[in-house]
């Protein structure tokens, strides 16, 4: 599938709100963009390609970002709450102050990771991978989540 530019994105949210439907962009590639305060609720981001993606400050509350792959991506500040984020690939992502309540992380890779500062209440991390670089908000207990610390 062709890539996609920031203005197409906006443009398909845009009929698709208008329209009443949800927005689904399964599978395109949408690397490099910027989409900083992007409002994407609900939207099917699964198995896209968000890599190095500027998402600051989006609304992507309830989103679908399965097995997304968000390496480098800037979701800083990000409303993540209740996204599904189950395998996806987070790899140096910075997730700095973002709301994750609730949100569905399982399996998703999160090595290097920056979660500083996020909203965790409530999100699921069993069987998420992290390693020595992950930085996890002050005062998190890792180790009851069920998350998995891997080099």
């Known amino acids: 599938m062709a890539e996609l530019t920031e203005t197409e994105v906006l443009g398909l949210d845009e009929m ?17 963009l910027g989409l900083y305060r992007v409002r994407l609720p ?57 709301i994750l309540r609730g949100a569905d992380l399982r399996g998703a890779d999160l090595h290097a990771a920056n979660l500083r500062e996020a909203d965790l209440t409530g999100a699921d991390l069993r069987e998420a991978i992290y390693d020595e670089d992950t930085l996890w908000p002050l005062r998190f207990q890792v180790t009851p989540t069920g998350a998995i610390k891997r080099p």
């Open 16 to 32: 698709a709100r208008a329209r009443g439907v949800v927005l689904d962009l399964h599978g395109r590639n949408l690397s490099n």
């Open 42 to 98: 609900g939207a099917n981001l699964s198995g896209c390609d968000l890599s190095q993606t500027n998402l600051g400050n989006a609304d992507l509350t309830g989103t679908d970002l399965s097995r997304a792959n968000l390496s480098g991506a800037s979701l800083r500040g990000a409303l993540l709450a209740g996204a599904k984020l189950g395998g996806a690939y987070l790899f140096q992502a910075s997730l700095v102050g973002a």
